[in-house]
């Protein structure tokens, strides 16, 4: 095996890959910690009910749990279409 | 004062019983009195690694249930007469463990006069885990240089700052030291594996010590040694420095950097 061959066939470098992944997987998954366990099916269900009007994906929904003094508030946001959004129903 | 240690990860096959068996034997060869516990219910494997298997009569479910005294149930180290070993019930379910019974034999080891009490979690989230950290004064979280092991090392790090006596006792989580094992330096050279720098960024904490991998933790397996006690070693005098480092001392990285290869070899594989 020559010299271009070896820098050829140079395996790519997947430690950073791996590193990229984990930045992002592990800071999703520190903001969603102590969370109510109830968000998950919240967001589906809601899902269900917006689509009778609209037709949006799982991840145009937004709820996050924001500490504001004594109370805790529920925020949600839903990111419509781009296009006119046309009832079904 | 006793310090209970758990030794958790969250991943299986990482490396927490071989840690918890060198963890213990390290602390023992200090002059502590030590205890270690196996709380993998059903699927012991602490007392093949101390080399102590054939000596299991009672086990930590049979004092949990007052079936067995704690001073039966402890079996004393061939090497070190001060480290003693509480096996796991190998028969019963995992709902064998109860808080409250874990609680207790806890604090009849503190009574007891141990210095330390190290405590080998099960993989998972599940009860043995669970019970294993909930009383701890420290942890070790073990961690591989690989994707998946440092996903749930980051959740036990989550769990250990909340779901804890430390925690609920408004004393913050347990404080937590990371423990790299499984290092090949070679393949973190070549790009192969994330680095100690990355473990450390992803997961916002220093690390204690790194364990290389070796072949030298399969044979000490086999025999029922911890590698720990294998001088030749690198995996165990890793271990030795990291458990020096855990009682306060400084010591500088070993077997982290890869062996300088020529070009020759680059060229042609190792
Ligand atoms: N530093 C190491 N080098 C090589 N093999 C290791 C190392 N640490 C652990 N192992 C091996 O990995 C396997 C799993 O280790 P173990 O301690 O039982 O993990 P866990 O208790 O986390 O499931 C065992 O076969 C063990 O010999
Ligand atoms: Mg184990």
Redesign the pocket.
Known sequence: MGILDFLRTRPKNTASIAKERLRIIVSQERSSRNTPDYLPMLRTELLAVIRKYVHVDLDAINIQVERDGEHEVLELSVALPEHKPGATG | MTETIVVT?G??????????ASLATGLAMQGKKVAVIDF?VGLR?LDL?MGCERRVVYDFVNVIHQEATLKQSLIRDKRHDNLYVLAASQTRDKEALTQDGVGRVLDELKTDGFDYIVC?SP?GIEKGAFLAMYFADRALV?VNPEVSSVRDSDRILGLLSSKTRHAENGKGGVPAHLLL???NPERVSSGQMLSIGDVEEVLGLPVLGV????????SA?NQGVP?ILDATSN?GQAYVDAIARLLGEERPMRFTEAAKKGLFKRMFGS
């Open positions: 990860s991943k299986g096959g990482v490396g927490k019983t071989t840690t918890s993998d494997n690694i080998d993989a073990v094992t499984r290092y364990i290389p991998e070796h072949d030298s933790v399969l397996s590698v995996a």
